[in-house]
């Protein structure tokens, strides 16, 4: 009896332990954070296991969000200098190039949208800024892969509905051709921004230009800087869905710090004021008044898929990336950084690991788990060590990936089919989260107007693209 209580007690208190303990002032502290929530990240990915495919993670996480996993890995080295995982991110994101080399690889066309290969060719980019080891020579390079995204998608700009955008989906097959949205344009907002930065080319600075002008001119950004997730192109863009997600207002947030930095005078005084303007809005829109980051749109009602569970690991990212463009936003980011870092380690308590994260970090494990609830806790920890890292090198200030600017020309060469994947739909507006959260809306607000519009959106969505729904 006595050694059971006594054994009991002992597993007790070694559980107790395994919690995450942070302590934001001890930078070894953080990292031990940062490396516990990646090792649980990892526990779901077999890639790099006999027979496994190496950059792909098991259903029902889609090739994006696999995309974004190693980016936060490469975040993770960036931070740490913890080389652990360097081979495995490697491997995978060149195995996933696809045969034109642009990430657009056949067999997942059937989960591809702009944003799915956007997120693919930011971690890319990353790598190439923050000079993470350069692939053999012989193989497709960082800065190159991100250029090849670049491209494809430059050529993707709709004039032919809402005087341009970017759609969401590249194949008509798939479900979404009709919606432009922002996480598909700013997402390439953000990667020629920093191509512009990076490579000193000013063309790319005018499709952040442009991108921007076209996400205010139909209110995909509004007049006080919330980011709405998307509009309709069929009715050339005069409907808003009006959902908010954090990432959205992120992509945009350090796109435009960027922009402040590589401009000058007048224009760079307007990208203040929108920088100013995003982060202002982010604040509001996405953390408690306690400085508690949240999915707002769905985690309070429990409703976060699968994508969503992921979107606070952007914004904790861009949040940071954002301080080292554009120092002057810090004041106001650290602080909310270190509230939700804390905030998030609490959540980490759960599963049989004793260490495994939830979704929400109001208060301790909340029963959900998941590549997106480790990722979330990894960017936001390991972002407390932004002030320590370097910033974002160019091919002038030490940059060492080779670029190629014509990349991805070849692309369409290769014939897409209609090949399936085990995925179906891509990470922005899910219909069934906006039915939701209108009953919630409706519910929780009264508000009818915005009822109302969401209603008349899912109608749109029901006859425009119905399996949205259906399926
Ligand atoms: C796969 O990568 C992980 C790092 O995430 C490593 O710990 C593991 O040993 C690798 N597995 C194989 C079979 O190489
Ligand atoms: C996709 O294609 C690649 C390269 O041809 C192949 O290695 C991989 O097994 C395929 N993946 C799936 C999920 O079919
Ligand atoms: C940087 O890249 C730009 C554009 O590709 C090129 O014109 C310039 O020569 C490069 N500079 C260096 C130092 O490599
Ligand atoms: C600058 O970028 C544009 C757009 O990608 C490209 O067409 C052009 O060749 C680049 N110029 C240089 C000097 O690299
Ligand atoms: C952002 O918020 C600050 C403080 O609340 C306010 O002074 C400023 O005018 C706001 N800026 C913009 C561009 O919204
Ligand atoms: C922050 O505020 C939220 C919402 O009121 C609350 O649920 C949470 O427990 C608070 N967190 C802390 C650390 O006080
Ligand atoms: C622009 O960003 C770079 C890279 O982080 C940084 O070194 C530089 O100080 C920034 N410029 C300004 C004016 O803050």
């Not at 792909?56 to 995982?85: K, Q, R, V």
């Not at 972002?383 to 369409?412: E, H, K, M, Y």
Request: aromatic share 12%.
């Amino acid at each position: 009896m006595r050694s059971t209580t006594f054994f009991a007690s002992i597993l007790f208190v070694a559980r107790w332990a395994l919690a995450i303990d942070l302590n934001l002032d001890d930078p070894e502290s953080i990292k031990r954070a940062a490396r516990t929530a990646a090792d649980g990240m990892m526990q779901w990915y077999d890639g790099n296991k006999t027979g496994g495919i190496p950059g792909l993670l098991p259903g029902p996480f889609y090739w994006w969000e696999a995309g974004a996993m190693f980016g936060s890995l490469i975040d993770y080295w960036y931070y740490t200098g913890d080389t652990s995982y360097n081979d495995v991110v490697t491997e995978a994101l060149l195995f996933q190039v696809g045969a034109d080399v642009d990430y657009m690889p056949a067999n997942q066309s059937k989960s591809l949208g702009n944003d799915d290969q956007a997120f693919w060719g930011l971690s890319a980019l990353t790598a190439a800024e923050t000079n993470f080891p350069n692939p053999p020579a012989g193989q497709p390079q960082w800065l190159a892969l991100a250029q090849a995204v670049f491209n494809t998608q430059k050529v993707r700009w709709d004039e032919t509905s809402c005087a341009g955008g970017l759609k969401w989906q590249i194949f008509t097959f798939n479900n979404g051709y009709n919606y432009k949205n922002s996480i598909s344009n700013g997402c390439f907002m953000n990667m020629a921004a920093r191509l512009a930065m990076y490579t000193g080319n000013t063309s790319y600075n005018e499709w952040a230009d442009r991108a921007w002008e076209w996400s205010r001119s139909v209110g995909l950004v509004s007049d006080t800087y919330l980011v709405y997730d998307g509009t309709d192109d069929n009715l050339d863009c005069k409907e808003l869905n009006h959902l908010q997600w954090s990432y959205n207002s992120g992509v945009y947030l350090m796109a435009a710090a960027t922009m402040w930095n590589i401009t000058e005078g007048a224009t760079r005084d307007q990208w203040q004021t929108r920088t100013q303007g995003l982060l202002n809005a982010t604040k509001q829109i996405f953390f408690y008044p306690n400085g508690t980051m949240q999915e707002t749109a769905c985690e309070g009602s429990h409703n976060c898929n699968i994508d969503q569970q992921t979107f606070k690991a952007y914004l904790s990212r861009w949040m940071a990336a954002s301080t080292k463009v554009a120092p002057w936003t810090k004041d106001t980011i650290m602080p909310l950084l270190a509230s939700s870092a804390e905030a998030a380690a609490k959540s980490c308590t759960g599963g049989d690991d004793g260490v495994t994260c939830g979704t929400s970090w109001t208060g301790g494990w909340d029963g959900a788990f998941g590549v997106g609830q480790q990722m979330n806790a990894l960017e936001v920890f390991q972002s407390n060590l932004i002030s320590t890292a370097r910033g974002p090198v160019g091919n002038s200030t030490g940059g060492t990936s080779q670029g190629d600017p014509n990349a991805g020309s070849d692309s369409g060469s290769t014939p897409i089919t209609y090949a399936s994947s085990h995925q179906q739909s891509p990470p922005s507006a899910n219909l069934e989260v906006v039915l939701t959260f209108e009953r919630y809306n409706a519910i929780t607000t009264g508000d009818r107007a915005g009822a109302g519009i969401l209603t008349a959106i899912v109608l749109i969505g029901l006859v425009g693209g119905g399996y949205w729904i259906v399926t």
